[in-house]
């Protein structure tokens, strides 16, 4: 267990949370099964466990040990992915979770629920429940389709049609339609071949099919998620036996027991990472690398880079020259990424439209900022949840976790999420999984389409308004206000400040290519305040006069950095040097408990040929073809991080506060912030 | 997706009056020997919709369109055919089938469509911008061959779309078909006030595929019954009235009955950043909301220079699409090209010393004699041909017998007819079923036989 220890702490501070953790507990990690730690968000701190307890994954009761023990370790000693077969009565837990996945050939062991598998078929095994319900689901659209084209078209019969079934008058008003052709349902047809039915089908069955597959990744997750809690059942009934020291045998039963939970675990984890992947000729090192949660993907790994595409519902051709330190981010060819996603348009059926639409707007850059795209993206799910439902023999929470969580993939592969969409999308799933079971699937509904515009309201539009409100008490008379880019509560700011009848001017620093300032200050002109516009080469110069400057941010981490658009570094940087106070407007929906000291490890590339392109100027133009030129790569940033250094105040919907307070707020009101 | 297919079939159309008849509708006219109807179907069931409604024109045609389409594609599509009285117009056509329409959106697709462009595209456009309609537009095709290309261009001048865009090109802001552009056009003051510049272009067809937003179609159509095609009358309209919306606010209507949270629609649509300044700057002129309201969008959707698009609405533009599916757009017939870029049914019999030219192609069962020539022509299915017969950039259709010596030469022989010795047909069509004595010399410029020998 040593040797497997000691690289994974090298590891393990990805996933690093900063002054909320009580230093003394261990992560859990460090003592438990390595099947515990799959690619899977980083656990959460319940888990933990007190470092004395044994590994405790499986001890098998006394009365099984001498009934049943012996013949599963015999069996352990084959290659045959063997459960850990300690049926825990107090722990029910377990038992489904543990015995469904990983089979067993003991039936009358496996209390019966696990079916007979061959140790070849752990994919089968792994998918029958899935198999299950894809049948059951693709009959059903079956039945579904014939019954409606039955019932909309009596008599729809297509071999009648030519004998006169047309309806239409000559001078109808209202033409009715007559049944041409049918996508025919024969029930006969469903048991020869599944390939032709795939043909013969109609949208139902198309429908039906991208959601089995997805919906059966999901059941895999659900399952991992019941073997952890299994795991951890066990481990806390291991941990509370051994203290009794009510099983002498323990020790004795130390040298059968572990290669038979090491063969366990690693099936395990082969299965659940990737199911296809053979277990035994893949070296342990990097099998357990892959378990390793991965923060975020990092597209510099070519073997994963090539299994995301895979996935890939957006076209996904990578950029070729991409500067180096910035390899580990997703860049890809743009302007081929749109018509690709547009021609699939009616292809994508398990997308819901509202989110596909959300999906395009994102990719054409037709929604941006923060707090729009987050908008728009809760706008989207309520629709998608309004139009939800359950399919047959699901749960309503799971299902829709499930759906969500592709939904959401498809608008990362769109466009990177920013954080505060991770937390609304945090926010609607911790809602979906506290849904109380009593609950009927209408009112479900209602209750999240009702917590997504609680969300709306309070957290974003209720928070703009008291951060205005709170703002613009530090505007005095006669102040110059500098801004940067184009912030939506910085734009209501100073409308309100305006409005207020507060003497200001306003300085509008810019920057290419994407010009944003010019929208605010097209905005502010036409209400009438007093502007400037100038260009951030020019925010030296300017800064001598600024007695405030105002910034939005797209997120404010637990260190105090803000994290915003590229370019505000650089405003805030010189307004330190400047002595000028910096007031960073951002609503407490978007702090996060990630700390970042730079902006490289976690950051967006943009479209590189639009900071090439100079709009207007055809003599410079000379860069066309860069993406050829091998001495040359583009860097395209969108977002940047501010250290907090520089920052005098964040105004939040908790009222001012200094950039040290950040982890305050994100520790205290994290409950209340999302409602988790 | 929640959108539903209308494919505009159409009936007998005067434009073709030679080649279609009781027998041909429009839509089953063959190009490269299948009915122009099966290129739409197809396309739309690559794009997997497979839910189509086909309305027809005058139900017989509507008859023989549903028995073909009910024997071709029995099992693949699910079609209804609707009948609707003749020359009711296509906005009529839709008025017609309305109460069919339940999606929020309508793809209506012209039956003489023939085009490898995805509706996809135009769907997504159209959704992207939450557009009241999305228009299809690629570039005008060539017609003519080259020899006759003078001749074509006096003829193209006549029937011109103007379309103006704006600089993004993705907003239509005036469009004018060409029956209305005589000397001047007008351009709304507003529009261009709004948008601040606007490119008129005159080399745009319309493709006559637009995605509507349902809710207003149907508004539109119910409103205005003077209204009698969706390209002259209706798109028009809508492009017209885009910033002072009589629609829109309908539409805003009905979002309030659903949702009943309007401010959060809005204020989804107000932070959105149209990519050219074009709606996003109009909506301030007017203070916010207001205005916002009382807009709504159209889009166009420009395909690009490598899809083919072209429509069967002429004489000319039939030759060109049988000229160009079996030439340079060859992947859209659907046929597998042999070497010599030809189609040759392997039931088709050629005599010897005969050749087929590339861009030829050959249905089952026709006999051709010795030393006949065929080049870029199609012939259709069981036609006798006889010796020394020279066919050239023609279509020859079903059951055709054409005797020795013949020279046919730019022209359409319908089905069934009887070519006798020697004939020499230049640009020609012959409707179906006559016969043509012998040593006939035919040079008519578009025309047609008006007098028949039995």
Not at chain 1, 321 to 331: G, I
Not at chain 1, 379 to 386: H, P, S, T, V
Not at chain 1, 450 to 460: A, G, M, P, V
Not at chain 2, 122 to 133: C, E, F, K, N, W
Request: charged share 20%.
């Amino acid at each position: 267990m040593d040797s497997r220890r000691a690289p994974r702490t090298v590891i393990d501070p990805k996933v690093r949370q900063v002054g909320f953790v009580t230093p003394g507990a261990p992560p859990a990690r460090s003592h438990s099964v390595p099947t515990d730690a799959c690619s899977s968000p980083p656990r959460a701190p319940d888990f933990t466990l007190p470092s004395n307890s044994l590994s405790p994954v499986m001890i098998p009761p006394a009365r099984h040990a001498s009934a049943d023990g012996i013949p599963v370790l015999t069996r352990a000693s084959a290659p045959v992915p063997v459960p850990s077969t300690t049926p825990n009565p107090p722990s029910p837990l377990r038992r489904d979770g543990v015995q469904i996945p990983i089979g067993s050939y003991n039936p009358s062991e496996s209390l019966g629920t696990s079916p007979m598998r061959s140790p070849s078929s752990r994919m089968d095994g792994l998918e029958f429940s899935e198999d299950m319900s894809m049948v059951s689901s693709s009959r059903l659209a079956r039945s579904s389709s014939a019954k409606a084209a039955a019932a909309s078209f009596p008599g729809t019969n297509t071999e009648m049609m030519a004998a006169g079934k047309v309806v239409g008058n000559v001078v109808p008003a209202k033409s009715s339609l007559t049944t041409a052709s049918v996508v025919k349902t024969l029930p006969g047809l469903s048991d020869k071949g599944d390939g032709s039915l795939a043909e013969v089908h109609g949208e139902a069955a198309g429908i039906a099919k991208p959601l089995k597959q997805k919906t059966s990744k999901a059941d895999r997750r659900a399952l991992q998620e019941a073997q952890r809690a299994a795991k951890a059942a066990a481990r806390e009934a291991g941990g509370g036996k051994p203290s009794g020291g009510t099983v002498p045998s323990n020790a004795a039963k130390g040298e059968f027991g572990k290669p038979s939970q090491k063969k366990d675990a690693a099936s395990v984890s082969g299965a659940n990472v990737v199911p296809e992947k053979k277990v035994a000729d893949r070296p342990p090192e990097k099998e357990r690398k892959k378990d390793v949660p991965h923060p975020r993907m990092q597209f510099d790994d070519q073997h994963r880079v090539e299994k995301a595409k895979k996935r890939a519902v957006v076209n996904q051709s990578e950029a070729r020259n991409r500067v180096e330190l910035f390899r580990h981010l997703p860049q890809y060819v743009h302007g081929t990424q749109l018509p690709d996603l547009e021609s699939k348009f009616f292809q994508l059926d398990h997308i819901h439209p509202s989110v596909y639409k959300v999906g395009l707007q994102y990719l054409s850059g037709n929604i941006t900022g923060g707090n729009a795209r987050c908008i728009a993206m809760l706008l989207a799910f309520r629709e998608a949840i309004k139009d939800y439902s359950t399919p047959p023999e699901k749960a309503l929470v799971r299902d829709l976790t499930a759906k969500i969580g592709n939904y959401v993939s498809f608008l990362i592969e769109c466009r990177p999420l920013s954080i505060s969409m991770g937390n609304a999308i945090k926010f609607l799933k911790s809602r979906i999984a506290k849904l109380p079971h009593t609950l009927s699937e209408s009112e479900a509904k209602f209750t999240l389409q009702s917590d997504i515009d609680r969300f709306i309201n309070e957290k974003i539009l209720l928070a703009e308004k008291v951060i205005v409100r709170h703002a613009v008490e530090k505007i005095r008379n006669g102040d110059v206000l500098l801004t940067y880019g184009w912030s939506s509560v910085v734009e209501m700011l100073l409308l309100y400040a305006h409005e207020s009848s507060k003497q200001f001017r306003v300085v509008v620093v810019d920057s290419r290519p994407k010009l944003e300032g010019k929208a605010l200050l097209h905005r502010l002109l036409s209400k009438g305040l007093n502007c400037t516009y100038t260009h951030i080469n020019a925010v030296s110069y300017i800064m001598h006069e600024v007695t405030r400057v105002f910034l939005g941010a797209s997120s404010v981490l637990s260190n105090g950095t803000v994290y915003s658009r590229v370019g505000t570094a650089c405003v805030a940087m010189v307004a330190h040097a400047f002595h000028v106070p910096i007031l960073i407007c951002c609503e407490a929906y978007k702090f996060h408990e990630r700390v970042q000291l730079d902006s490289i490890c976690s950051n967006e590339l943009g479209d590189p040929d639009v900071i090439s392109v100079v709009p207007g100027r055809k003599d410079l133009d000379h860069l066309d073809n860069w993406a050829e030129n091998e001495n040359l790569q583009l860097l395209n940033l969108t977002y940047d991080a501010t250290p907090s250094d520089y920052v005098s105040v964040i105004v939040t919907d908790y009222g001012l506060i200094p950039p040290t307070s950040v982890p305050v707020i994100v520790r205290e009101y994290r409950r209340e912030q999302l409602w988790m | 997706m929640d959108f539903q297919v209308v494919v505009l079939a159409g009936g007998a159309s005067k434009n073709l009056t030679p080649l279609v008849s009781e027998e041909i509708p429009k839509a089953l006219l063959p190009v490269a020997n299948r009915p122009v109807l099966s290129y739409v179907l197809e396309l739309l069931e690559s794009s997997n919709l497979k839910d189509l409604i086909v309305v027809v024109e005058g139900s017989d045609a509507a008859l023989r369109v549903g028995g073909w389409i009910s024997g071709a594609y029995v099992d693949r599509l699910h079609v209804e055919v609707a009948a609707v009285p003749e020359d009711i117009g296509t906005a009529g056509a839709l008025r017609a089938v309305a109460h069919h329409l339940t999606a929020s959106d309508i793809l209506v697709v012209s039956g003489d469509l023939v085009t490898d462009v995805p509706p996809g595209v135009v769907a997504a456009t159209h959704r992207r911008h939450g557009a009241v309609v999305t228009a299809l537009l690629c570039d005008t095709p060539i017609s003519g061959i080259s020899e006759t290309g003078s001749k074509d261009k006096a003829k193209k001048l006549g029937r011109y779309n103007i379309v103006g865009l704006d600089p993004t090109r993705q907003f239509l802001l005036l469009i004018a078909s060409g029956a209305e552009v005589e000397k001047d056009t007008r351009v709304q003051k507003s529009i261009l006030g709004a948008v601040g510049q606007m490119e008129i272009r005159a080399d745009l067809m319309d493709a006559h595929m637009y995605a509507l937003k349902r809710s207003v179609l149907q508004e539109v159509l119910d409103q205005k019954d003077s209204f009698h095609s969706i390209r002259q009358d209706v798109l028009p309209y809508l492009v017209r009235s885009q910033l002072r919306s009589e629609v829109a606010k309908i539409e805003e209507g009905w979002n309030t009955t659903i949702t009943s949270k309007t401010n959060l629609i809005w204020l989804s649509q107000h932070r959105e950043i149209a990519p050219s300044a074009f709606h996003n700057g109009h909506e301030l002129d007017a203070n916010g909301s207001l205005s916002a309201q009382s807009t709504h969008k159209c889009c166009a959707y420009i395909a690009g220079k490598n899809k083919y698009c072209a429509r069967l609405n002429s004489i000319q533009a039939f030759i060109d699409i049988n000229r160009d599916v079996v030439g340079e757009a060859s992947h859209l017939s659907g046929y597998s090209f042999s070497a010599q870029n030809n189609v040759v049914h392997p039931s088709a019999e050629l005599g010897s010393k005969t050749t087929v030219g590339p861009q030829c192609m050959l249905a089952e069962g026709s006999k051709l004699g010795d030393k006949c020539s065929v080049k870029r022509s199609v012939i259709g299915r069981h036609c006798r041909i006889g010796s020394n017969v020279k066919i050239v950039n023609s279509v020859v259709m079903n059951h055709v017998t054409i005797e020795d010596g013949c020279l046919v030469q730019g022209s359409i022989i319908c089905s069934n007819v009887h070519l006798q010795e020697r004939c020499v047909l230049k640009d020609c069509q012959v409707a179906a079923l006559w016969k043509v004595p012998q040593s006939w010399r035919l040079k008519f410029k578009l025309s047609y036989l008006l007098s028949g020998f039995v």
